[in-house]
């Protein structure tokens, strides 16, 4: 067996955990993380990876209420047009 890395690993492994992620468990990450770097339990040489992450959380659920919102709208509007 090679010993190379496969590039397109790494991606793919991104792209199968984003999709098995969903708001409550962005959100529970992000609540980990911020406890762990409140009470210090984050070593320097793991803070920048922590803070990376906790971006990329915060953008997927911010991505997550912005389309639920835009989904709510439109049912809404629906509903009241149905109304008339």
Do not use: G, W
Request: hydrophobic share 35%; proline share 1%; net charge positive.
């Amino acid at each position: 067996m090679s010993n190379i890395k496969n590039p397109k690993s790494k991606i793919q492994n991104k792209f199968m955990a984003k999709q098995e992620l969903n708001y409550n468990k962005a959100f529970a990450e992000l609540e980990t993380i911020v406890l762990q770097m409140e009470n210090e339990e984050v070593q320097i040489d793991e803070l920048a990876q922590k803070v990376k992450r906790a971006s990329e959380l915060i953008k997927f659920c911010k991505e997550k209420l912005y389309n639920s919102e835009l989904e709510i709208t439109k049912v809404m509007k629906e509903i009241s047009n149905d109304n008339k």
